[in-house]
């Protein structure tokens, strides 16, 4: 069985530009949630998408959103970029909503200078 | 605001010994509790869950945890580390309210001295 997958692994962009990350869940999975892991920070959850729509909402700012697609892979959008949002980006997929391990990528490095 | 502290940020043992790492959570209600793992080079992975029922729980590795719901506690044991367990462990938290958001700690970085 494929894990998630992200792509790309790595991306460097400079302050102000627009980085667009992506996912693709384990097959079966409905949900997938976006995490940001800074670094010396643990994980802060970003987003969480089920069925297609936004459930949940991690504290950053607006410019970071995303989306989900009906195959339930999801995109990652990060606006106006600045050097703090320098950090690995993890996307976890699971079955459900409610109770259900999540399955963690291997991330995407985003560099910003 | 709901929090999960892990209380060493590293913790270096010789093999063969005890391992311990503490995780506390802030939050009055029902819970699922992880513990997650991240060997080097490699994306997190489950090492054990709680969701109810037996308060001590077994996971892969040898490794094991214990719920103690008066405490806001979730630690992490294994009678016997190798250097193999090497990594980053993570202590994670889902609310049961909140929109099932789950919170991490900070993790602990773990060495084994051969």
């Known amino acids: ?113 | 605001a709901q929090s999960v502290s892990q209380h060493n940020h590293h913790v270096i043992l010789s093999e063969a010994a005890s391992l311990e790492l503490g995780c506390n959570y802030s939050y009055g209600g029902t819970v699922n509790l992880f513990w997650y793992v991240q060997y080097p080079g490699q994306h997190l992975q489950l090492l054990l869950k709680y969701f109810s029922g037996d308060p001590l729980v077994k996971g892969i590795k040898g490794f094991e945890a214990e719920f103690i719901k008066s405490k806001f506690s979730f630690n992490l044991r294994k009678p016997s580390v190798q250097w193999s367990d090497t990594a980053e462990y993570f202590c994670a938290v889902m609310p049961y309210t909140g929109g099932f958001k789950t919170i991490f700690g900070a993790g602990t970085r773990l060495f084994v001295k051969a």
């Open chain 1, 1 to 113: 069985e494929a894990g998630v997958t992200q792509s790309p692994t790595h991306l460097i962009k400079t302050r102000g530009q627009q980085a667009t990350l992506r996912c693709s869940p384990i097959s079966g999975h409905t949900s997938v949630y976006w995490y940001q892991q800074a670094l010396g920070l643990g994980l802060q959850f970003l987003l969480w998408y089920d069925e297609g729509e936004e459930r949940n909402r991690g504290n950053f700012p607006p410019r970071f959103s995303g989306r989900q697609f009906p195959n339930y892979s999801s995109e990652l959008n990060v606006n106006a970029l600045e050097l703090e949002d320098s950090a690995l980006y993890l996307c976890a997929s699971s079955q459900g909503k409610r109770r259900e391990t999540q399955y963690f990528g291997p991330g995407t490095r985003l560099l910003v200078l």
